[in-house]
């Protein structure tokens, strides 16, 4: 069965400050209803924790670190999901039920087996 990553954009908010545990209590209902299919996933401290990393010359050139995410967005990179579905039609069903896609969005792309 195929594999595919979900990618989750909502606001930029601390997922493990208690303030929104409502929401993550949704998280883990959907989690729950979804078992099935999860292989893995997980929430992702906000933007402001991110180093984005180039090298500057290709291999072996300067390492250059910015403190912040790659992108300033109105919605972040927030968490991901690795589901195995059958095929995307079953991906986009799953992740419709998914918070991230009621209250931002959700990208789902399918991974290249190693």
Known sequence: MPTY?????TAD???????????M???QEFGAAARAVIRGGSAL???ATATTVRVTGGRGGDVLTTDGPYAETKEALTGFYLL???DLDEAV???AQMP???????????IIPV
Request: glycine content about 2%; hydrophobic content about 40%; proline content about 8%.
């Open 93 to 95: 069903a799953t992740v």
């Open 84 to 86: 195995e579905c059958a």
């Open 5 to 9: 990553i979900a990618l989750t954009y």
């Open 100 to 110: 991230a896609a009621w209250n931002g969005a959700v990208e789902v792309r399918p």
């Open 25 to 27: 209590a949704e998280y």
């Open 45 to 47: 401290y906000p933007t």
């Open 13 to 23: 908010v601390d997922w493990s400050s208690p303030e929104q545990a409502d929401e």
